[in-house]
């Protein structure tokens, strides 16, 4: 099995985190944690260990699109996911836990 996407907006505490989607995101620690724990659950407790790959959605973090416009076809869907933030060099929390998985991320 290959889970081709995984992923969690991380917009919580952001400026302009979007307020209709307050309940389903995280903070960015909450995105390094969450994968972590939801890569343990698919390498390791997934029957026969099925699950081969698990690619994340996405690279970087490309910003805010359509504040909450449901009717609009742009969505804040795409917003915050990235492993980077949207400058394309400054790694999430998410990055070293994705990077170091399953080890956990050295302490700086």
């Known amino acids: 099995i290959w889970v081709t996407e995984i992923g969690w907006n991380s917009s919580r505490g952001a400026m302009n985190s979007p307020w209709c989607l307050q309940q389903v995101v995280v903070s960015e620690h909450e995105q390094a944690e969450y994968l972590t724990s939801g890569f343990d659950v698919l390498f390791r407790d997934v029957l026969n260990h099925a699950v081969e790959k698990v690619f994340w ?30 400058d394309k060099v400054t790694p999430k929390p998410l ?9 956990p991320c050295p302490k700086s």
């Open 57 to 86: 959605y996405q690279f970087m973090d490309v910003g805010m699109t359509g504040l909450c416009k449901w009717s609009s076809p742009e969505r804040v869907y795409d917003a915050w996911y990235g492993l980077y933030r949207g």
């Open 95 to 103: 990055q070293c836990a994705f990077r170091s998985y399953p080890e």
